[in-house]
């Protein structure tokens, strides 16, 4: 059994991972310069590929990884290792984690679309322009070679580690489908761009319902190095293409990759779609996590809410801790004034 003390000291630790991530970034973001000074000239047309490569680099291993290795060297840190390894054989059939693989980017790609929608509709009524940063590759080697390691393979490794393989397996002891949310809460806000923190919400709880079924980290790095991937190969095919000066006769080549691209992510949805609705009707019994034992790594504890507490309640005491408030309005607050147009 869990106390409300216990748990606002979980959400305290998570949030101070939080907030020393957003620290180290910040010291990180001094040393980018010089970095990238020591391979290119400021005036060099490699300059902005060669300091995204380095951010990349200093914000995953010193930000994140930071983070990581210092809440593995407290005491819930420690007592998480006890758990199955993150990368343990899922705990579910190939045919679930398919389904649910789909369905995961049914739900992902449909909220990106009606993230922009929404959007869209705001600056029509407001008049107001927002601001998003623009992950389109330049055309050279370099930029390409920065989104391919960054967004396709440090992104998921990191973030999935630390909000699923971490942050969430160490909460599951409180409650399952509250922890979910706010992992995926938080997963969102974390990116601190508004045109992600809708599409990045859904995609973190519904990966995060899927780690808490399968008790493997598996599943949650395939759907997030897939979706990267398709959004890394775009920042690319995008960035061959001079957009202002398109002429179809001559970039028709160019376009065609754009065209599978959009085919391929329609054709997720779809087939998504139907599994979900598919899943809805045969196996409803699917979502249910309540009655489940998980096995947190803590001595003689599988799942149980704390002093059978609802769902609602480990929610709203989770989100009551000091730590937790000041972290949710930086990341919110950043979100906002990124959004105006102010230099991240």
């Not at 060669?50 to 407290?74: D, R, S």
């Not at 006890?82 to 190939?94: F, G, V, Y």
């Not at 599994?275 to 309540?290: A, P």
Request: contains cysteine.
């Amino acid at each position: 059994m869990y106390t409300k003390k216990d748990i606002i000291k979980a959400s305290n630790l998570n949030s101070s991972m939080l907030l020393f991530f957003l620290g180290a970034v910040t010291l990180a973001s001094l040393a980018f310069d010089p970095v990238t000074r020591l391979f290119t000239e400021k005036d060099s047309q490699y300059y902005n590929s060669v300091y995204n490569l380095v951010a990349y680099t200093l914000q995953y291993f010193i930000g994140m990884g930071g983070a990581l290795i210092i809440f593995y060297c407290t005491k819930t840190g420690k007592e998480v290792k006890n758990e199955r390894p993150l990368l343990a054989k899922p705990q579910m059939p190939a045919s679930w984690i398919f389904r649910h693989i789909m369905i995961c980017f049914f739900i992902t790609y449909s909220t990106v679309y009606i993230s922009n929608f929404i959007f869209v509709i705001l600056e029509q009524i407001t008049g107001i322009k927002l601001y998003a940063p623009d992950f389109t590759a330049e055309d050279n080697i370099i930029s390409k070679l920065a989104n391919v390691l960054g967004l396709m393979f440090l992104a998921p490794v990191f973030e999935e580690t630390f909000f699923r393989g971490s942050m969430l397996r160490s909460n599951l002891r409180f409650g399952k489908w509250s922890m979910i949310v706010t992992a995926g809460i938080f997963f969102g806000l974390w990116h601190m761009n508004y045109a992600q923190t809708l599409y990045t919400m859904a995609m973190g709880i519904y990966a995060g319902f899927i780690y808490a079924k399968t008790k493997s980290l598996i599943p949650t790095l395939i759907i997030h190095f897939v979706f990267n991937t398709i959004g890394t190969i775009q920042s690319i095919v995008v960035g061959n293409v001079d957009l202002d000066n398109l002429n179809l006769s001559e970039d028709i080549m160019k376009l065609i990759p754009i065209e599978l691209l959009g085919f391929l992510i329609i054709a997720l949805i779809l087939t998504g779609l139907i599994l979900f609705i598919l899943e809805l009707v045969n196996h409803r019994d699917s979502y249910k996590l309540d009655d489940e034992p998980f096995q947190s790594g803590y001595e003689n504890d599988t799942f149980q809410p704390a002093n059978k507490m609802s769902e609602g309640k480990v929610l709203a005491i989770y989100f009551s801790a000091p730590v937790t408030i000041i972290a949710t309005i930086i990341l919110l607050g950043s979100t906002i004034v990124f959004a105006f147009g102010v230099d991240a």
